[in-house]
């Protein structure tokens, strides 16, 4: 993978995450394709598709979030295209209480630059195994 992909995929993690903390729903195009899926299964939501979806999803169920502080990140490119992006991220919430999440993303280069078409987030805890298969 060349540098400028890799740094143009950290930055997209990293838009995410002001997007959604500062609750800039609009710009959310800047991060996802317009057929994107967002599986929110993991942590009690649905899979949502489409930008429009996630966009209402996002304004009605994240709003207890306060901050994603995010880090770890690591990109493999695929003979498709698509870049395999995944990432950590510690999430502050209003209870004050921080939940550790992982993204695991597929992006996509469109005419825009490298945007994201379908993020899967989990949830890892202190019962969490590593397989090593």
Request: hydrophobic share 40%; with cysteine.
């Given at each position: 993978?060349?540098t400028?992909?890799?740094?143009?995929?950290?930055?997209?993690?990293?838009?995410?995450?002001?997007i959604?903390?500062?609750?800039?729903?609009?710009?959310?195009?800047?991060?996802?394709?317009?057929?994107?899926?967002?599986?929110?299964?993991?942590?009690?939501?649905?899979?949502v598709?489409?930008?429009p979806?996630?966009?209402?999803?996002?304004?009605?169920?994240?709003?207890?979030?306060?901050?994603?502080?995010?880090?770890?990140?690591?990109?493999?490119?695929?003979?498709?295209?698509?870049?395999i992006?995944?990432?950590?991220?510690?999430?502050?919430?209003?209870?004050?209480?921080?939940?550790?999440?992982?993204?695991?993303?597929?992006?996509?280069?469109?005419?825009q630059?490298?945007?994201?078409?379908?993020?899967?987030?989990?949830?890892?805890?202190?019962d969490?195994?590593?397989?090593?298969?």
């Amino acid at each position: 993978m060349r540098t400028e992909d890799f740094v143009e995929l950290q930055k997209l993690v990293w838009l995410y995450t002001h997007i959604i903390d500062d609750r800039c729903f609009s710009r959310a195009h800047e991060v996802f394709t317009e057929d994107a899926e967002y599986d929110f299964t993991a942590v009690g939501g649905e899979v949502v598709q489409g930008l429009p979806a996630i966009l209402e999803f996002c304004r009605g169920k994240l709003g207890i979030e306060v901050l994603h502080l995010a880090s770890n990140i690591v990109a493999d490119e695929q003979s498709d295209g698509t870049a395999i992006v995944r990432s950590r991220s510690l999430v502050s919430v209003r209870d004050g209480s921080i939940s550790s999440v992982w993204y695991e993303d597929v992006a996509r280069r469109t005419e825009q630059g490298w945007r994201l078409c379908r993020r899967r987030v989990s949830v890892r805890g202190a019962d969490y195994a590593v397989s090593e298969t």
